[in-house]
């Protein structure tokens, strides 16, 4: 990956601004003495702040004054590869305690929305969520025990649903920090939550996540495609309508993949033409409960079969038929990258695993450094590349610390 460019003043401030903690313009800007808009002005180039603003604002981002005037480069933050301890502190109930009124549950569901459109649309989604999900989730839990004999049934179950979402988004966090015992732990409070709140919806949600926990870990199929077998007969009682459908389909993609898991090849594909196929065209391209569940969804998890089937030239032929533009998360797209790189390291095209191996680091380096797959073909090209590519992959090989 490209060296970070030089930035000026107020670019550094935003770098600075966004890395540590992401806090908002207002936030910054008001404990600064200075509005939102001229704070907006200083990081877009149009105002120089004065060296008594440019204290103030260091001070605030916990940066030295030095840090925003320098000519290098901002240092990258090298992500951690793990759950962040503040975070499992959190869902272990060891957080700062609440003794304020409970956030309502308007407020609520915004910073739970917001932290969704982090985590799949962000390059540097872990660096970005982690500060946010600790306070997060003590609101949550919070909100949840003060609702929990409320006298307004709809405040109890909006708060029950915003922490349904929450824990489906610490489920994906959670897997993809390595850490399985807090992704099964979060699966299950979100299956509790959209129970206490009778919502058919979220409660196939719940059982999607937990599918995706259960494929995570070795022999686990079997459970995932019951999870996910258990919660589509639930289904059936909810009124027909493009969220059913939706809930539908990835629940099908659940079980597609537990049956290519276990090498039934033609169960999964034929799961995938008659079930999941005519669900994405009634439910069309959706994100409902943050499935990404579509035409072009399920396109992706037909390259998946032929990946783990091993047949690369078929699955080579569905990746050009592929748009993944019109997808709006990018962990699937980073999937769908990291499986096309794997089929053309099973064809030893080393200049296409190349090629693909950049376009993930580009996509996401901290989703490259967490991918053992990603990192494994890395270490294969080290010890068979040619010349010609050999300092790209070196220098590939160093970005993720690969000896």
């Known amino acids: 990956m490209a060296e970070s460019p030089k930035l000026p003043i107020g670019g550094r401030i935003r770098h600075y601004r966004k890395l540590h903690g992401n806090r908002s313009l207002a936030a910054v800007a008001g404990l600064c003495g200075i509005s939102e808009r001229y704070l907006s002005m200083v990081e877009n180039g149009k105002r120089t702040p004065s060296p008594k603003l440019l204290a103030r604002i260091a001070a605030e981002l916990d940066v030295p004054v030095a840090a925003l005037l320098s000519d290098d480069p901002p240092a990258k933050a ?5 759950t962040a301890p503040d975070v499992a502190k959190a869902l272990m109930g060891y957080g700062s305690t609440r003794s304020a009124p409970a956030v309502g549950p308007a407020e609520l569901r915004e910073r739970v929305e917001g932290a969704w459109r982090i985590w799949q649309a962000s390059a540097e989604r872990f660096t970005e969520i982690e500060p946010l999900l600790p ?30 979402d929450l824990y489906g988004l610490l489920r994906s966090y959670c897997r993809r920090s390595g850490r399985l015992d807090l992704s099964l732990m979060v699966a299950d409070r979100a299956r509790r939550a959209a129970e206490d709140a009778d919502d058919p919806i979220r409660l196939a949600a719940a059982h999607w996540n937990l599918g995706h926990c259960l494929l995570s870990q070795p022999g686990g199929a079997q459970e995932a495609d019951d999870a996910a077998r258990i919660a589509i007969d639930e289904l059936r009682a909810v009124p027909d309508g493009a969220d059913k459908a939706a809930m539908h389909g990835a629940l099908e993609l659940v079980r ?20 999941a196929t005519p669900l994405g065209k009634k439910a069309g391209e959706s994100n409902i409960m ?39 998360s990018r962990e699937r797209q980073f999937t769908f990258t990291l499986d096309l790189a794997r089929c053309c390291d099973l064809r030893r095209d080393d200049a296409a695993v190349l090629v693909h191996l950049l376009d993930l680091e580009k996509l996401s380096s901290e989703d490259m450094a967490r991918s053992s797959l990603a990192v494994d073909m890395v270490a294969g090209l080290l010890h068979r590349v040619r010349p010609t590519y050999r300092r790209q992959v070196s220098n590939l090989a160093d970005r993720l610390g690969i000896t």
């Open 78 to 82: 090298t992500p951690s590869l793990s």
């Open 135 to 164: 306070e997060l989730i003590a609101d949550i839990e919070h909100s949840v025990r003060a609702h929990r004999t409320s006298s307004d049934p709809t405040a109890r179950r909006d708060v029950l649903r915003a922490a349904a």
């Open 256 to 275: 597609v993949v537990a049956e290519a898991q276990t090498k039934k090849w033609w169960d999964a594909r034929a799961r995938l033409l008659k079930k």
């Open 290 to 328: 943050w499935t990404v569940f579509g035409p072009t969804n399920i396109h992706l998890h037909a390259l998946s079969i032929e990946m783990l089937a091993g047949d690369s030239a078929e699955g080579l032929r569905l990746a050009d038929e592929v748009d993944i533009s019109r997808l709006p």
